[in-house]
């Protein structure tokens, strides 16, 4: 079991240079999931195995934690979802399970789960979030956003696809007022945080296919980047990218 929690460790850590046959980005899951998982401000895992199976809006239906951290490896790292009974997905549910020890089964451990809520009244300004991204942003992820490991990248064919929570200007700006500039967190304002996460958002970046089922009930939040039913695309970057090509040969699954 310790064997397996620390390989699930690793995986979290060093998605990309573990995973090459299904993560060719250059994102890892500790890039938003801060701290091994256990940052309170940037999207817990603590707890997470006592919070699945879970009804997720999103996608319409009860799904399970391995399902959920496929979300995150197909959507987050533009990736190929793993096998849900292979090595690698036992190894990341066990690591989660250790983190999650103690939790009890439907009982909340915070006010919400995911990233905390931002004002939903703020809105981004690309121009001034441009200004901002070169003063303080650039000297770890690059002028073109493209980080260099491990710093990850922000967008282009090796960041995070248009179907990620991430690509939402909210849940980017959330993610960046509570944990960016890594050197200094919590010194922009919140509209500083939405001007970032309007700039960063206005790229193209690897497209999601299926993501117009989404909320296919309806009710997708304001700043979905697409258009679901009852929603028109907020915001869409200029051209959707490739999904970045893995490793995967004939005869691997
Ligand atoms: C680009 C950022 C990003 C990356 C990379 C990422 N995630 Fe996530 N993940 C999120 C966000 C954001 C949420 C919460 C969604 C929200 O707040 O809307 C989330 C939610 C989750 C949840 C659900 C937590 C809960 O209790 O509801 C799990 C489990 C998870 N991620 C696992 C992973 C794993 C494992 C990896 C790597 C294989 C990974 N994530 C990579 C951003 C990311
Ligand atoms: C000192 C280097 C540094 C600076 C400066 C910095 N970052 Fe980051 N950023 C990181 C690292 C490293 C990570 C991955 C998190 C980790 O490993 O703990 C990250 C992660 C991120 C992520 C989530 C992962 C992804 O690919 O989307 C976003 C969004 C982000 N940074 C935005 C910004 C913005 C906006 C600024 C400027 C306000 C900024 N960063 C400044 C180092 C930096």
């Not at 940052?39 to 895992?45: D, E, F, G, V």
């Not at 066990?94 to 006010?111: E, H, M, N, Q, W």
Request: glycine share 8%; charged share 20%; hydrophobic share 35%.
């Amino acid at each position: 079991m310790g064997a397996s929690i620390r390989r699930g460790l690793a995986l979290l850590r060093f998605t990309p240079e573990s995973l090459p046959k299904f993560v060719a980005s250059n994102v890892r899951c500790t890039s938003c999931h801060q701290n091994d998982g256990t940052k309170a401000t940037s999207a817990p895992l603590t707890g997470a195995h006592a919070r699945f199976p879970k009804y997720m809006p999103r996608s319409g239906k009860v799904i399970s934690l391995a399902d959920r951290v496929n979300y995150c490896v197909t959507r987050s790292l533009s990736g190929v979802a793993l096998p849900a009974d292979s090595r690698e997905m036992n190894d990341i549910l066990a690591y989660l399970a250790f983190i999650s020890r103690d939790v009890p089964v439907g009982r909340k451990t915070a006010a919400v789960d995911g990233l905390l809520p931002m004002k939903d009244t703020l809105v981004g300004d690309t121009l001034r979030g441009r200004t901002l991204f070169t003063a303080t942003c650039v000297i770890c992820h690059q002028a073109d956003g493209s980080g260099k490991s491990p710093i990850p990248a922000l967008w282009g064919p090796r960041s995070y696809s248009i179907g990620a929570s991430m690509a939402r200007q909210e849940r980017a700006a959330s993610f960046i007022s509570h944990n960016m500039p890594q050197s200094a967190p919590g010194s922009l304002t919140p509209q500083n945080a939405f001007d970032l996460a309007a700039y960063i958002n206005s790229h193209s970046r690897p497209d999601s296919p299926g993501k117009e089922h989404d909320w296919s009930a309806g009710g997708a939040p304001r700043d979905v980047p697409y258009a679901t039913t009852g929603h028109s695309a907020f915001n869409p970057p200029p051209h959707l990218l490739p999904r970045p090509t893995t490793h995967k040969t004939d005869g691997d699954r």
